[in-house]
């Protein structure tokens, strides 16, 4: 099955004509040198090269030499000499650097021009994006027999900032949850409960009711060494429930009552929200009479056992089982049937499923099977892939009790980054100090989540994603709070206004990654991951602080004061909306 993804396009902006701009004359200037028009050469072909080499923007040659028959460092030598007698008013120098042709912009038409479009706010970026498809996002997934965890956190805080990113490249976004609140799981707990529980409730022993079942749950598995005989009372409780006997319902709802609200509060603390909840207890049965119609169609087929199959080797995949040869459901039953009705609940062209990378055959089959129905929709839906989140430890068992909880994740990171602020700040307020604490641990979480490529696996190590210094979130708050000061020193609040017919060239990298602010929300956007925003974000603000710790700003005569306050609080603005879009918020003293 084709797959298709949202169109991938470059960004009209000021910074990236510079660069089409760029690829165009390369290319003009390989036709006069070489009488060559096959070699196609775009913005996308042009890297930006090491700080300490001189350049704006460089083009490797590798990928010409087997097609001109030379050495790359020959083709850079010989461009660099036949572009230089070229006049331009974007180009100031072009030098070649052993196999890399290196282009030097012309500073003051070119940065005035970057600068004078870069987004001042975040509803600025919206008006610039052309209203596109509507978007619906499924994340999250949790179960309802413990609280949510570390690697539930990962899923939602990347499913919560791809929707922020979506809306900003300009698709109306649907976000839904799928509660798994049924199944052998969750008899557990009930079992545990039943045999431990007593009278007691989430507020007869003063805890949070989501951390009371998952007790319970971690309970059974340690009751279950010792009394194997309870998975077959567990069986039965499961059995009880399908047939809705009166009594377990009633303790299916009730333990459902202590878990929901303390993992929407857990939600809450995260800033993480859905438009739309759906229970699998809810949609369990529904999707049996689709594979029915889809059996009378010939489109599934029965084997020998009398399970109905859907054969999927024209998809290139292994063949699925819908439904029990006794006609009972299974997960996919029920994901078929929830797929075709959020179809028509929402009529959303594009339908994105966060869920770990340990699902990746399952969606795909699922997809298929929705091919396979003849839903056209089905090839637009995709599979938000992520790796898995680990300790430094090792990795988390939640029938072991060694998860780390949500809850208690962030107390600890509050906890560390109060310790910290307390020795920077002396005498600061406890109602500051909470209030504090809280912006920054969330950062230290959000951001060391998001600053790697979903798809990877990653370890969490708490300590390090406080740090004031290096790729966290704190690292990029804390630079966005020292340029704010710098402008409350320079009595600086109003917006400034940009200086004409100054040369810039001491300023000019960190105006050309100002100009790839747009770049990086659109990148993150088409791929399904903040990463690419995230490290933006990190390459800027570690490029304002080289330059305020390089150059004078409050004590630089005139000209030079002016255009490096601009500078700053254009940089300043750039990084408050470039972290509200990973839900990530901002201090203006730290």
Request: aromatic share 8%.
């Given at each position: 099955?084709?797959?298709?993804?949202?169109?991938?396009?470059?960004?009209?902006?000021?910074?990236?004509?510079?660069?089409?701009?760029?690829?165009?004359?390369?290319?003009?200037?390989i036709?006069?040198?070489?009488?060559n028009?096959d070699?196609?050469?775009?913005?996308?072909?042009?890297?930006?090269?090491?700080?300490?080499?001189?350049?704006?923007?460089?083009?490797?040659?590798?990928?010409?030499?087997?097609?001109?028959?030379?050495?790359?460092?020959?083709?850079a030598?010989?461009?660099?000499?036949?572009?230089?007698?070229?006049?331009?008013?974007?180009?100031?120098?072009?030098?070649?650097?052993?196999?890399?042709?290196?282009?030097?912009?012309?500073?003051?038409?070119?940065?005035?021009?970057?600068?004078?479009?870069?987004?001042t706010?975040?509803?600025?970026?919206?008006?610039?994006?052309?209203?596109?498809?509507?978007?619906?996002?499924?994340?999250?997934?949790?179960?309802?027999?413990?609280?949510?965890?570390?690697?539930?956190?990962?899923?939602?805080?990347?499913?919560d900032?791809?929707?922020?990113?979506?809306?900003?490249d300009?698709?109306?976004?649907?976000?839904?949850?799928?509660?798994?609140d049924?199944?052998?799981?969750?008899?557990?707990s009930m079992?545990?409960?039943?045999?431990?529980?007593?009278?007691?409730?989430?507020?007869?022993?003063?805890?949070?009711g989501?951390?009371?079942?998952?007790?319970?749950?971690?309970?059974f598995?340690?009751?279950?060494?010792?009394?194997?005989?309870?998975?077959?009372?567990?069986?039965?409780?499961?059995?009880?429930?399908?047939?809705?006997?009166?009594?377990?319902?009633?303790?299916?709802?009730?333990?459902?009552?202590?878990?929901?609200?303390?993992?929407?509060?857990?939600?809450?603390?995260?800033?993480?929200?859905f438009d739309?909840?759906?229970f699998?207890?809810?949609?369990?049965?529904?999707?049996?009479?689709?594979?029915l119609?889809?059996?009378?169609?010939?489109?599934?087929?029965?084997?020998?056992?009398?399970?109905?199959?859907?054969?999927?080797?024209r998809?290139?995949?292994?063949?699925?089982?819908?439904?029990r040869?006794d006609?009972?459901?299974?997960y996919?039953?029920?994901?078929?049937?929830?797929?075709?009705?959020?179809?028509?609940?929402?009529?959303?062209?594009?339908?994105?499923?966060?869920i770990?990378?340990?699902?990746?055959?399952?969606?795909?089959?699922?997809?298929a099977?929705?091919?396979?129905?003849?839903?056209?929709?089905?090839?637009?839906?995709?599979?938000?892939?992520?790796?898995?989140?680990n300790?430094p430890?090792?990795k988390?068992?939640?029938?072991?009790?060694?998860v780390?909880?949500?809850?208690?994740?962030?107390?600890?990171?509050?906890?560390?980054?109060?310790?910290?602020?307390?020795?920077?700040?002396k005498?600061?307020?406890?109602?500051?100090?909470?209030?504090?604490?809280r912006?920054?641990?969330?950062?230290?979480?959000k951001?060391?989540?998001?600053?790697?490529n979903?798809?990877?696996?990653?370890?969490?190590?708490?300590?390090?994603?406080?740090?004031?210094?290096?790729?966290?979130g704190?690292?990029?708050?804390?630079?966005?709070?020292r340029?704010?000061?710098?402008?409350?020193?320079?009595?600086?609040?109003?917006?400034?206004?940009?200086?004409?017919?100054?040369?810039?060239?001491?300023?000019?990298?960190l105006?050309l990654?100002?100009?790839?602010?747009?770049?990086?929300?659109v990148?993150?956007?088409?791929?399904y991951?903040p990463?690419?925003?995230?490290?933006?974000?990190?390459?800027?603000?570690?490029?304002?602080?080289?330059?305020?710790?390089e150059?004078?700003?409050?004590?630089?005569?005139?000209?030079?004061?002016?255009?490096?306050?601009?500078?700053?609080?254009?940089?300043?603005?750039?990084?408050?909306?470039?972290?509200?879009?990973?839900?990530?918020?901002?201090?203006?003293?730290?």
């Amino acid at each position: 099955m084709k797959r298709t993804s949202p169109t991938k396009k470059i960004l009209v902006t000021p910074y990236n004509e510079t660069r089409e701009y760029i690829a165009k004359t390369i290319r003009k200037a390989i036709t006069d040198l070489y009488n060559n028009t096959d070699v196609h050469i775009d913005a996308h072909d042009l890297e930006i090269p090491p700080q300490e080499i001189e350049g704006d923007f460089a083009f490797p040659c590798f990928s010409l030499a087997k097609e001109l028959k030379k050495s790359p460092t020959a083709i850079a030598h010989e461009l660099a000499e036949h572009l230089q007698k070229k006049n331009t008013s974007r180009v100031e120098h072009i030098l070649a650097a052993g196999p890399y042709l290196n282009i030097v912009l012309s500073t003051r038409t070119v940065l005035e021009n970057i600068l004078s479009h870069i987004p001042t706010e975040t509803s600025h970026i919206l008006k610039r994006r052309q209203k596109k498809e509507r978007v619906l996002i499924e994340y999250v997934s949790p179960n309802t027999n413990k609280p949510l965890h570390l690697g539930h956190i990962r899923n939602a805080v990347l499913g919560d900032a791809i929707t922020r990113l979506l809306k900003a490249d300009g698709h109306p976004v649907i976000q839904t949850c799928l509660v798994n609140d049924r199944g052998i799981h969750i008899c557990k707990s009930m079992v545990a409960y039943l045999k431990r529980g007593g009278v007691n409730t989430p507020k007869t022993v003063n805890m949070k009711g989501d951390h009371f079942v998952g007790e319970y749950y971690v309970l059974f598995e340690n009751m279950l060494k010792e009394h194997p005989e309870l998975m077959k009372e567990t069986q039965e409780c499961l059995k009880k429930w399908e047939e809705g006997d009166t009594k377990t319902r009633a303790l299916w709802k009730k333990m459902n009552a202590w878990v929901l609200p303390g993992m929407k509060a857990t939600l809450k603390r995260f800033d993480i929200r859905f438009d739309t909840f759906y229970f699998e207890s809810a949609i369990a049965e529904k999707g049996r009479n689709i594979i029915l119609e889809q059996l009378r169609r010939g489109t599934v087929h029965k084997d020998e056992t009398g399970a109905i199959i859907a054969h999927l080797e024209r998809y290139g995949l292994p063949n699925k089982v819908l439904l029990r040869q006794d006609g009972t459901t299974l997960y996919i039953t029920q994901d078929i049937y929830l797929a075709i009705e959020k179809w028509k609940n929402f009529k959303a062209p594009i339908s994105l499923y966060v869920i770990g990378s340990e699902q990746d055959l399952y969606l795909k089959q699922l997809f298929a099977i929705l091919d396979l129905f003849g839903y056209p929709w089905a090839r637009q839906c995709f599979h938000v892939s992520y790796g898995m989140v680990n300790l430094p430890q090792g990795k988390m068992k939640s029938r072991e009790g060694t998860v780390i909880d949500a809850d208690n994740l962030l107390d600890e990171i509050e906890a560390l980054v109060k310790d910290e602020i307390k020795k920077r700040e002396k005498h600061i307020s406890k109602k500051e100090l909470l209030h504090k604490s809280r912006i920054i641990a969330l950062a230290a979480i959000k951001f060391y989540m998001l600053e790697v490529n979903p798809k990877a696996e990653m370890i969490f190590n708490p300590k390090e994603s406080i740090s004031f210094q290096g790729k966290t979130g704190p690292y990029i708050q804390y630079t966005y709070a020292r340029l704010r000061s710098i402008l409350r020193k320079a009595h600086t609040q109003k917006t400034l206004t940009l200086p004409k017919g100054y040369d810039w060239k001491d300023e000019k990298k960190l105006i050309l990654l100002l100009g790839q602010f747009s770049n990086g929300i659109v990148e993150s956007a088409q791929h399904y991951s903040p990463s690419f925003l995230a490290q933006y974000l990190y390459s800027l603000a570690k490029t304002a602080t080289e330059l305020y710790h390089e150059l004078p700003v409050l004590t630089a005569p005139a000209p030079q004061r002016q255009a490096r306050l601009f500078l700053f609080q254009q940089t300043s603005r750039v990084l408050k909306m470039g972290l509200s879009l990973l839900g990530i918020d901002v201090l203006e003293s730290m």
